[in-house]
């Protein structure tokens, strides 16, 4: 159901108003991260993309520090 679900929410997108970041390991072997989390990154906007080094598609599993930083960003930008 989540390709469906991910059909039905891309109308969605460009609605967003919070801080959208988007973590993606440059080395994902299931997904081209370019190709995905480049694509989603042009259509949010304000979006902020981080490509993290050495990391595959379970990048909070491997650089979880590299997640909280995005989650840090976001709080920030959000207060303001």
């Known amino acids: 159901m989540m390709i469906p679900q991910a059909i039905r ?4 997108e ?3 108003r919070a801080p959208v970041m988007i973590v993606a390991g440059e ?3 299931f997904q081209m991260t370019q ?3 480049g694509r989603l990154h042009e259509r949010v906007p ?4 981080h ?3 050495n990391a595959g598609h379970m990048v909070h599993h491997t650089d979880p520090d590299a997640v909280m930083a995005a989650v840090d ?4 930008m ?3």
Request: charged letters at 25%; proline letters at 4%.
């Open 9 to 12: 929410l891309l109308r969605h």
């Open 14 to 16: 460009r609605t967003l």
């Open 27 to 29: 080395k994902d072997r």
């Open 35 to 37: 190709w995905q989390s």
């Open 46 to 49: 304000g979006s902020r993309l």
């Open 51 to 53: 490509l993290v080094p």
């Open 73 to 76: 960003e976001a709080a920030a």
């Open 78 to 80: 959000a207060s303001g």
